[in-house]
């Protein structure tokens, strides 16, 4: 029994979650994410109506009132922001706590006539949903919730697929949807109507709180790994999933409230993947810049074991030297200096470096571009002949590839030449 | 019923008397605050501070394990701030944006709040603790001391705020001045954050988690269609804030079940409506009047022009036969009896037949001066702008209403200099016959 209990639970959790998180991957596209809250809040009447005219606990009352109220407050938000011209925020703010706050007085006015009070809409009592169990027959058919919630969960899905086309460009780019001759603002309303829908749906099986986070944390964590969106939607999905688990066992652990817990760990998701995403993440970020700094540091080591040659009496450099000497920092220094021994430029001999044959070529290529950008900065663009050259080729010798560097050198010379003309020079030196 | 009313409005009771003073100073600290919070264009941040501030009541009484109102506050306060900094922070280092990051704080941290309150119901000491009162608020249940708190913390902003009016403004409309007169600017902005924190914080009993933000934007956004003066601004919304707190008191110590907070949101929200509907100028009903104002204008200006049209086909006759107007006007009959009406309440046209119209003197000036603008604006589309003849009368006939006397003498010196006689300006299209 504890078992399957848990089962439901967390069958209950990622049902909503996976519902929230598809959902809330065009929210966050669309920068709605507050509207997403706002809606979570204000279909709180609604349901209150809807407990007050049928007197049960029937899911078609409670939808149709939720629903209502949840394109009710869109429409209100919408007519506040651009006929009465309030700020957007300000308008979201106004509407959902008005509505909220009606909700709660509906609710508080009917305390004991019902059993639905206000904690519990806003913790969720997801703990209680194994045992509202839909007994046809005689038979048990699964706890009510997990039908409820599993209904809107493809009801979401087969919306998505219909309209997925419709839902990419109304979202990246509203006006070229329009003029293609979507119904922009009826896509916007049933999208909306599916988020009043799920919410209602999840609201009376986990809560409020963890609707909102459902709709905004899973979107938000996905769209810091990827930039394709089918991609995001899978991973929404994951991450709501792995959120409930998650949650649920450390709400058993910590013996609180599991709803509340499942908004932890989607929290905690998040953090990770601000930390860890490949490409928006701190690491990743850190690893790019890391790169280029490793790239940066080669490029003055090279130059720098290239200009000991030239320099009489030869003097040696040993890697001790190499730290001060360029100024990208140690740990880049290091890694550049291990990047190169390896791929054979430079090589270590009684403890001094040494730059091999094709490490002196790439300096000598270096040094090349570098002048040849002193020359472009000069002459085409008109620097003074000073540090202002100098500090300008120091800074985009890193950057001047292979086909810059031909063009420079026809913009420099006047002429075609070709990469075996510059290599030929090179060797009779 | 009326006992208990009169017993309000008298203000015997000590304990309404607190709660009263207590919520009229919150009401009156969030609408000041929450004003300078909207202009900066920050109001959700309220929002996101309130929720934020649960885990931090449930970490000051886990830490003291008691309910008097500093521990919590501080706790409260402390974890508001670091919602901030989340928000700021996620908003900094990638490409989630400012809604989503308020919406993930938002969420997450009263996530936590309620594992925390939860957690802290199973403790042999957390029953009955009462924490969850923060959620909703009930203000009724406050103690004397809570208030004290309340309006000791509201005094203090209230004061800050006049202190510092004049710094306050410029970071609002001028940063860049502001620095230039040397002022700290992210001191002074980090400040007017610590301050919406503080008024969050006190209001948290008084009308919930949820529900603080309203307090903060409503009446500054009801505030908003008033004026556009800042000092007028502040006052009314403090104004608004206060009697908000008022109604809400009353109501709830009329009904015990109905929690403070909703209530006050409500009043708010009427409140703000109220203004939306019947603020002059940027009030609805007066931007409808200004709107049915300028159509009437409109109205009659077409029909003084299809006068003169008439009349310069007609040259024998003076009375108008009113079925002229008809095809001209293009107005239904019901409309043109209107216009005729005010018209002749204005002294421009009268009757000389029953079914027969004669301009008078003032009539006549005004009805030439409008034909006179509306066809310099045609010459000046047709010569300047070179659109076709057939665009004219249209493009003319919406811009004409709102050319004034200036432009008209602009567009006349314009036409003069490039050689067309303005002296006696014929329509370039054939009239109506």
């Given at each position: 029994m504890e078992l399957s209990a848990a089962f439901w639970i967390i069958l209950t959790g990622s049902l909503v979650a996976a519902s929230c998180g598809i959902l809330g991957s065009f929210l966050v596209l669309r920068k709605m994410s507050l509207i997403g809250d706002a809606i979570s809040h204000s279909v709180l009447p609604g349901i209150a109506i809807a407990f007050i005219i049928s007197a049960s606990r029937d899911v078609l009352p409670m939808i149709i009132g939720a629903s209502a109220f949840g394109l009710l407050t869109v429409f209100l938000i919408e007519i506040l922001n651009k006929?009465?011209?309030?700020?957007e925020d300000a308008s979201i703010g106004i509407i959902y706590t008005a509505l909220f706050a009606i909700g709660v007085i509906l609710i508080s006015m009917m305390a004991g006539h019902i059993d639905l009070d206000q904690e519990c809409v806003l913790y969720g009592e997801i703990a209680y949903t194994p045992w509202d169990i839909v007994i046809i027959n005689g038979a048990e058919w699964g706890p009510r919730p997990v039908w409820f919630i599993g209904t809107v969960f493809i009801i979401n899905i087969l919306f998505i697929r219909t309209f997925y086309k419709e839902m990419v460009i109304s979202s990246f780019d509203p006006a070229l949807a329009m003029s293609l001759g979507f119904n922009v603002s009826l896509l916007h309303y049933l999208f909306m109507g599916m988020v009043s829908l799920t919410t209602v749906a999840s609201f009376e099986s986990v809560g409020a709180i963890l609707v909102v986070a459902m709709l905004i944390v899973p979107g938000a964590t996905a769209y810091l790994w990827t930039n394709r969106l089918p991609v995001m939607l899978i991973l929404s999905v994951i991450f709501g999933i792995l959120s409930s688990v998650f949650g649920y066992l450390l709400a058993t652990y910590w013996e609180s409230s599991i709803a509340g817990a499942m908004t932890v760990a989607a929290g905690i998701l998040f953090l990770v993947s601000i930390l860890l995403a490949p490409q928006y993440g701190l690491l990743g970020k850190f690893y790019n810049h890391l790169k280029l700094s490793v790239s940066f540091a080669s490029d003055h080591l090279l130059l720098l074991l290239y200009r000991q040659l030239e320099r009489e009496p030869q003097t040696l450099v040993i890697p001790g030297a190499v730290y001060q000497s360029t100024s990208t920092g140690r740990l880049p220094t290091l890694l550049a200096l291990m990047k190169n021994r390896r791929d054979g430029r430079i090589s270590k001999r009684k403890k001094h470096l040494y730059l091999t044959d094709s490490g002196k070529e790439m300096a000598h290529q270096l040094i090349q571009r570098h002048r040849l950008w002193e020359r472009f900065a000069s002459r085409e663009l008109g620097l003074p002949d000073d540090e202002h050259v100098h500090e300008s080729a120091h800074r985009m010798e890193h950057f001047i590839d292979e086909n810059i560097t031909e063009e420079l050198y026809q913009v420099v010379n006047n002429e075609k030449s070709s990469k075996s003309k510059a290599k030929d020079k090179y060797e009779k030196k | 019923m009326m006992d208990q009313i009169l017993r309000f409005i008298s203000v015997s009771d000590a304990n309404v008397r607190y709660v009263l003073i207590g919520s009229m100073l919150l009401g009156m600290a969030a609408g000041i605050i929450g004003t300078f919070a909207l202009l900066r264009k920050r109001s959700l941040l309220g929002d996101a501070l309130a929720h934020a501030a649960l885990p931090g009541v449930g970490l000051g009484f886990l830490l003291t394990l008691s309910k008097s109102i500093v521990p919590l506050f501080i706790g409260a306060s402390i974890a508001g701030i670091l919602g901030v900094l989340t928000i700021i922070g996620i908003t900094r280092t990638n490409r989630i944006k400012q809604d989503a990051a308020i919406g993930i704080t938002l969420s997450v941290y009263f996530g936590a709040g309620i594992v925390l309150l939860t957690y802290i119901q199973r403790l042999p000491s957390g029953n009955q603790s009462g924490l969850d009162k923060f959620l909703f608020g009930q203000a009724a249940s406050m103690l004397p001391s809570d208030i004290m708190m309340m309006s000791i913390v509201s005094l203090l902003v209230i004061l800050i705020v006049i202190a510092l009016f004049k710094e306050f403004r410029l970071l609002i409309f001028d940063q860049a001045f502001l620095a230039t007169l040397g002022y700290p600017v992210h001191i002074l902005d980090i400040l007017l954050m610590v301050l919406v924190v503080f008024v969050v914080m006190i209001g948290l009993q008084a009308v919930g988690v949820v529900l603080m933000a309203a307090l903060l934007i409503t009446p500054a956004a009801g505030a908003r269609f008033w004026t556009e003066n800042l000092r007028s601004m502040i006052i009314l919304a403090a104004v608004f804030g206060a009697f908000s707190g008022v109604v809400g008191t009353f109501l709830s110590s009329l009904a015990p079940r109905i929690p403070t907070g909703p209530v006050m949101v409500l009043a708010a929200t009427m409140f703000f409506v109220i203004s939306a509907v019947s603020?002059?100028?940027?009030g609805l009903a007066a931007k409808l009047l200004q709107l049915r104002h300028n159509r009437r204008k409109m109205q009659q200006e077409h029909f003084l022009r299809a006068a003169i049209e008439w009349l310069e086909l007609h040259h024998e006759s003076k009375a108008i036969p009113l079925k002229a107007f008809i095809g001209r006007t293009e107005m239904p009959i019901s409309k043109l009896k209107r216009v005729t009406a005010w018209l002749i309440d204005k002294r421009m046209i009268k009757f000389s037949s029953s079914n027969h119209i004669q301009l008078t003197q003032k009539g006549y000036d005004k009805a030439l001066q409008i034909v006179k603008s509306h066809r310099l604006w045609e010459y000046y589309l047709l010569y300047r702008m070179q659109l076709q003849e057939d665009h004219l009368h249209r493009d003319a006939d919406e811009i004409e209403h709102i050319l004034t006397p200036d432009l008209i003498d602009q567009i006349e010196k314009i036409l003069q200099n490039e050689g067309v006689d303005t002296s006696n300006v014929v329509s370039v299209h054939p009239l109506h016959q």
């Amino acid at each position: 029994m504890e078992l399957s209990a848990a089962f439901w639970i967390i069958l209950t959790g990622s049902l909503v979650a996976a519902s929230c998180g598809i959902l809330g991957s065009f929210l966050v596209l669309r920068k709605m994410s507050l509207i997403g809250d706002a809606i979570s809040h204000s279909v709180l009447p609604g349901i209150a109506i809807a407990f007050i005219i049928s007197a049960s606990r029937d899911v078609l009352p409670m939808i149709i009132g939720a629903s209502a109220f949840g394109l009710l407050t869109v429409f209100l938000i919408e007519i506040l922001n651009k006929k009465w011209r309030v700020q957007e925020d300000a308008s979201i703010g106004i509407i959902y706590t008005a509505l909220f706050a009606i909700g709660v007085i509906l609710i508080s006015m009917m305390a004991g006539h019902i059993d639905l009070d206000q904690e519990c809409v806003l913790y969720g009592e997801i703990a209680y949903t194994p045992w509202d169990i839909v007994i046809i027959n005689g038979a048990e058919w699964g706890p009510r919730p997990v039908w409820f919630i599993g209904t809107v969960f493809i009801i979401n899905i087969l919306f998505i697929r219909t309209f997925y086309k419709e839902m990419v460009i109304s979202s990246f780019d509203p006006a070229l949807a329009m003029s293609l001759g979507f119904n922009v603002s009826l896509l916007h309303y049933l999208f909306m109507g599916m988020v009043s829908l799920t919410t209602v749906a999840s609201f009376e099986s986990v809560g409020a709180i963890l609707v909102v986070a459902m709709l905004i944390v899973p979107g938000a964590t996905a769209y810091l790994w990827t930039n394709r969106l089918p991609v995001m939607l899978i991973l929404s999905v994951i991450f709501g999933i792995l959120s409930s688990v998650f949650g649920y066992l450390l709400a058993t652990y910590w013996e609180s409230s599991i709803a509340g817990a499942m908004t932890v760990a989607a929290g905690i998701l998040f953090l990770v993947s601000i930390l860890l995403a490949p490409q928006y993440g701190l690491l990743g970020k850190f690893y790019n810049h890391l790169k280029l700094s490793v790239s940066f540091a080669s490029d003055h080591l090279l130059l720098l074991l290239y200009r000991q040659l030239e320099r009489e009496p030869q003097t040696l450099v040993i890697p001790g030297a190499v730290y001060q000497s360029t100024s990208t920092g140690r740990l880049p220094t290091l890694l550049a200096l291990m990047k190169n021994r390896r791929d054979g430029r430079i090589s270590k001999r009684k403890k001094h470096l040494y730059l091999t044959d094709s490490g002196k070529e790439m300096a000598h290529q270096l040094i090349q571009r570098h002048r040849l950008w002193e020359r472009f900065a000069s002459r085409e663009l008109g620097l003074p002949d000073d540090e202002h050259v100098h500090e300008s080729a120091h800074r985009m010798e890193h950057f001047i590839d292979e086909n810059i560097t031909e063009e420079l050198y026809q913009v420099v010379n006047n002429e075609k030449s070709s990469k075996s003309k510059a290599k030929d020079k090179y060797e009779k030196k | 019923m009326m006992d208990q009313i009169l017993r309000f409005i008298s203000v015997s009771d000590a304990n309404v008397r607190y709660v009263l003073i207590g919520s009229m100073l919150l009401g009156m600290a969030a609408g000041i605050i929450g004003t300078f919070a909207l202009l900066r264009k920050r109001s959700l941040l309220g929002d996101a501070l309130a929720h934020a501030a649960l885990p931090g009541v449930g970490l000051g009484f886990l830490l003291t394990l008691s309910k008097s109102i500093v521990p919590l506050f501080i706790g409260a306060s402390i974890a508001g701030i670091l919602g901030v900094l989340t928000i700021i922070g996620i908003t900094r280092t990638n490409r989630i944006k400012q809604d989503a990051a308020i919406g993930i704080t938002l969420s997450v941290y009263f996530g936590a709040g309620i594992v925390l309150l939860t957690y802290i119901q199973r403790l042999p000491s957390g029953n009955q603790s009462g924490l969850d009162k923060f959620l909703f608020g009930q203000a009724a249940s406050m103690l004397p001391s809570d208030i004290m708190m309340m309006s000791i913390v509201s005094l203090l902003v209230i004061l800050i705020v006049i202190a510092l009016f004049k710094e306050f403004r410029l970071l609002i409309f001028d940063q860049a001045f502001l620095a230039t007169l040397g002022y700290p600017v992210h001191i002074l902005d980090i400040l007017l954050m610590v301050l919406v924190v503080f008024v969050v914080m006190i209001g948290l009993q008084a009308v919930g988690v949820v529900l603080m933000a309203a307090l903060l934007i409503t009446p500054a956004a009801g505030a908003r269609f008033w004026t556009e003066n800042l000092r007028s601004m502040i006052i009314l919304a403090a104004v608004f804030g206060a009697f908000s707190g008022v109604v809400g008191t009353f109501l709830s110590s009329l009904a015990p079940r109905i929690p403070t907070g909703p209530v006050m949101v409500l009043a708010a929200t009427m409140f703000f409506v109220i203004s939306a509907v019947s603020a002059p100028r940027r009030g609805l009903a007066a931007k409808l009047l200004q709107l049915r104002h300028n159509r009437r204008k409109m109205q009659q200006e077409h029909f003084l022009r299809a006068a003169i049209e008439w009349l310069e086909l007609h040259h024998e006759s003076k009375a108008i036969p009113l079925k002229a107007f008809i095809g001209r006007t293009e107005m239904p009959i019901s409309k043109l009896k209107r216009v005729t009406a005010w018209l002749i309440d204005k002294r421009m046209i009268k009757f000389s037949s029953s079914n027969h119209i004669q301009l008078t003197q003032k009539g006549y000036d005004k009805a030439l001066q409008i034909v006179k603008s509306h066809r310099l604006w045609e010459y000046y589309l047709l010569y300047r702008m070179q659109l076709q003849e057939d665009h004219l009368h249209r493009d003319a006939d919406e811009i004409e209403h709102i050319l004034t006397p200036d432009l008209i003498d602009q567009i006349e010196k314009i036409l003069q200099n490039e050689g067309v006689d303005t002296s006696n300006v014929v329509s370039v299209h054939p009239l109506h016959q």
